[in-house]
């Protein structure tokens, strides 16, 4: 196994994706073609998709959230829940993830940079997000009942901007990193921006690299180390959990 010494200094920065969730049953976004019932995943999560067809769009959620019902953590969540106990502030996990496991593992130090499925927003008014569990039925669009435009997931889709906030805590922890900055990638496939780029804002800033996914992902040249294997057993490994 290679050395990933967290030891002194070393501040650890950990981007996740859907791998991650994979061994609790959560299907990953690209593994199947990056098709949904034949529509392409940028379809149904995008501005656009949503403003030809909101119907498919909550259609495409509601089965996620569905699918989510009685899901669980598995040992790789629960490994970075033990390594931010380590490492305390040095610590920070950026996840592509909107299922909402990292939490409830127990990560806290953490910045859910897509959103969460698990939560709703109008599409036009500036009513807050709330938390929504409601799978809707084929066909329904829920309506705000602020200002009655169309309900839709909180979530940063295609085309959509993260968080000011989110890209500033990232560009904080790195800078008080610096040279000590240990960047560790999980169950990406390291096609989707600005998380993809990570990796190159950790090189440039003098750190070590990691990988841990089932397979080369397409940004697997610019790391490192990389670990191939499933993550609930590759990471626990990794960070001597
Ligand atoms: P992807 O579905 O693109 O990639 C998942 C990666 O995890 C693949 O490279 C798999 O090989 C790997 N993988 C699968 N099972 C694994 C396991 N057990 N252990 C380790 N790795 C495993 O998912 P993301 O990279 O997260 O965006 O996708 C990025 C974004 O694109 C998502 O956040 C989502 C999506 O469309 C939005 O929803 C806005």
Redesign the pocket.
Known sequence: MIPLSLDGAAHLLVLT????S??SGVP????AGGLWEGHA?EQV?SPDGFAIDPSLVWRFYSQRRAGLTGVTPNLAHHALVEAEARLGERFLLVT???DGLHPLAGSRRMLEM?GNIMRTRCSACDRAPFEDRTAYGDGVVPLCDRCSAPLRPD????GEMIARATLAAIDAFVRAAGSHLVFLA????G??YPAAGLVDVARAAGGRSFL????P?ANAARFDHIVIG???RALPALLGA
């Open positions: 994706g859907a791998g991650i994979a061994e990953t976004f690209r593994d995943v999560a592509q993830n909107v897509h979530i940063v889709w295609f999980v169950g990406t496939s096609v989707v841990v996914n089932a397979e992902p499933p993550a609930g």
